[in-house]
């Protein structure tokens, strides 16, 4: 990615979006000390951080765009490029491993036919390998997006392939939480 | 001695309403708030009450918390306060549960914390993946502020404090305090060096006290009922209880409320319910992934509590206790540990960067059939150089394991290397090639 952002393609961002980052620069103790959640709002609305995102940042912020690219790149839920659909995130860490996410991550493969760490080439799924969800005596489990399912068979996955194949993200063991 | 005897913390663990503000103070939420700003606690008054009770920090270092409180400079007067909640340390899930089922009584924690060291602004550090967990938090913050408990002059006392849920955004170092005050500066989470220490210069070069979620939520208890009435549970040096997250294939994995001191056999046995159907306990790492394992005969003998565990060779951690059964190959879980230190290596340190590289690399090379004996001293040989010796103890928490592994499951390994042999019996490098 280069520090120089002047691509000259459209960046849209919603209203609201725009309303928020001025909300978080406000609220924040320092303009700089903001970023992390405006790119979160960026991260929401297009599911990646664009040129013109950068741009915008460094004009409300005024922070230099190395810095903002350095901070993008950093953390790995930030993303400066657009991503699947449907990015599939199984923990491969050791109490998933213990509780079968090798096998589970082979059956997701032979499903998508694609490897760990490819997209299918109708840019539907991604399938990727992440450190523990914090969720370790619910393993093995997956997350895509803010649904993080968890206590995961090769049958519970088939399920859920086929919702998401249909355009449904069904319900995750932790959607509880938002309801009231 | 039952799972339901120990609800200091847990009470509401498990419930679908015990989130609600409403529900909270009920069950006598915001009395420790109302009794320290109402009832006129000084703020050495509530920092004495946390000493007194012995509590240390449940984030895995186990400092005394009001010692540490203790270190900000009494003069100051812009002074921070971090919840670290960014619980990423394979293994762990007990703050999850905390903020889950019962944020209100971390941010009432939060609340008396920030008071005790006059903090103005607080933060609730959430580690990204845990994103419905932010809204769930953001969600009591905003009933908190409803009720008075937070904003301008809270409960008409005259203190002021705003609160902040942030966000991180994957990234295991953030959970190292300063790495965590840098993140929010809006900076990649690269820990810096200590000293000087936060709470005398952290955020924005201020005071700073970072706390792990159940540290500041067991603080409602103890100004409620006094120091004493913590101490009654634990053990003389480990005092109160302790959440621990069970994870492997035991009958019943979840997080539990302990009284410290308990024996792991007590709980292995009558409140895990021993190991599932058709498997054998081989070992347990009892403190998050980064302390050393023990093999069951070991831990079998041993409390849980901070003197009994570091005798025993371990450290009670973060209380993420991951069962390992008889059936797993110690040496590909050393790859998946070693995998996960050299990718959350923020690369500042050369001992750690590349350090958790070679042994990711050497492990890797070990199953892949190509190890040579001289490996297993290569590997030692490599932890020598990395503990110790960097910014942050994430590669003490990557040479704690492996060494561990080494040391316990050795011949695990050369089997490995044995049979490596007995299938390539020439060199690794066949003479001619041998550079
Ligand atoms: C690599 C690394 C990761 C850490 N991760 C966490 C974490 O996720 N949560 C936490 O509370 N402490 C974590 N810590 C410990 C913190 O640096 C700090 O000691 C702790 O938050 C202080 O709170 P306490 O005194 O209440 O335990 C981590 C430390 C290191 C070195
Ligand atoms: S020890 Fe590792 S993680 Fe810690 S500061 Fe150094 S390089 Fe970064
Ligand atoms: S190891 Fe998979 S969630 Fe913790």
Not at chain 2, 85 to 91: H, I, L, Q, R
């Amino acid at each position: 990615m280069s520090p120089s952002t002047d691509t000259g393609a459209a960046f849209e961002l919603s209203d609201v979006s725009r309303a928020r980052i001025d909300e978080l620069v406000a609220q924040y103790p320092t303009k700089a000390s903001a970023l992390m959640p405006c790119l979160w709002v960026i991260m929401d609305e297009l599911g990646w951080v664009p040129p013109g995102g950068i741009d915008l940042l460094v004009d409300k912020l005024q922070v230099t765009s190395a810095r903002i690219c350095e901070v993008l790149t950093f953390y790995t839920m930030f993303r400066s490029e657009p991503q699947a659909e449907y990015v599939l995130q199984v923990c491969h860490n050791i109490s998933c491993h213990i509780m079968g996410a090798r096998p589970l991550i082979a059956h997701l493969e032979k499903r998508l036919g694609v490897r760990l760490g490819e997209t299918t080439p109708d840019g539907k799924f991604a399938l990727e390998g992440v450190e523990c969800l914090g969720a370790c005596g619910h393993g093995p489990c997956l997350q895509l997006g803010r649904h993080l399912y968890e206590y995961l068979t090769p049958e519970k996955v088939d399920g859920l392939l086929e919702s998401l194949r249909r355009g449904e993200i069904p319900r995750a063991d932790t959607d509880r939480e938002l309801e009231d | 001695m039952t799972p339901n005897d120990y609800t200091m913390l847990s009470a509401r663990f498990g419930r679908s309403d015990g989130h609600k503000l409403a529900v909270y103070e009920a069950e006598g939420g915001y009395r420790a708030l109302r009794k320290v700003l109402q009832d006129g606690m000084s703020r050495e008054e509530v920092r004495e009450e946390v000493k007194g009770a012995g509590l240390r920090g449940r984030g895995g270092a186990g400092f005394p918390t009001g010692v540490k409180w203790g270190f900000v400079p009494p003069d100051a007067d812009e002074i921070y306060f971090f919840v670290n909640a960014d619980e990423s340390e394979p293994g762990t899930f007990k703050d999850r549960y905390l903020l889950d089922y019962d944020p209100h009584q971390t941010i009432e924690g939060t609340i008396i914390s920030c008071f005790a060291v006059k903090a103005k602004l607080a933060f609730i550090y959430i580690r990204g993946e845990f994103g419905w967990l932010v809204d769930r938090v953001q969600k009591a913050v905003d009933e908190a502020y409803a009720a008075g408990y937070l904003g301008k002059d809270i409960l008409g006392s005259g203190y002021d404090l705003e609160m902040i849920v942030h966000k991180g955004a994957g990234a295991y170092i953030c959970g190292e305090e300063t790495g965590l005050i840098n993140s929010v500066t809006g900076r990649k989470g690269q820990p810096s060096i200590k000293p000087p220490f936060p709470a005398v210069q952290g955020f924005l070069d201020k005071p700073t006290i970072v706390n792990n979620v159940e540290s500041v939520a067991s603080v409602p208890f103890i100004i409620n009922e006094g120091a004493a009435a913590y101490k009654a549970f634990g053990t003389e040096k480990s005092c109160g209880t302790k959440l621990f997250s069970v994870s492997g294939p035991v009958k019943r994995p979840g997080v539990y409320e302990i009284p410290l001191g308990l024996p792991f056999r007590e709980f292995f046995n009558d409140w895990l319910g021993g190991m599932a159907e058709g498997e054998k306990l081989k070992a347990v790492i009892v403190g998050g992934s980064s302390v050393p394992v023990l093999p069951a005969e070991e831990i079998m003998n041993t409390n849980l509590d901070y003197e009994s565990l570091g005798e025993a060779g371990t450290m009670l951690g973060s209380g993420g206790m991951i069962v390992i059964p008889e059936s797993c190959d110690m040496v590909e879980l050393i790859q998946v540990l070693m995998h996960f230190y050299f990718d959350e290596s923020c690369g500042q340190c050369t001992p750690c960067r590349e350090g958790t590289g070679w042994l990711h690399r050497i492990v890797k090379r070990l199953r892949g059939g190509g190890g040579t004996p001289e490996d297993l001293d290569l590997l030692e040989h490599v932890c020598d150089g990395m503990a110790g010796l960097t910014i942050c103890p994430l590669a003490d928490a990557a040479v704690m394991p492996m060494r561990s592994f080494l040391d316990k499951f050795r011949p695990e390994f050369e089997a490995l290397i044995q049979e490596t042999a007995a299938a390539a019996p020439t060199s690794r490098w066949p003479r001619g090639e041998q550079e």
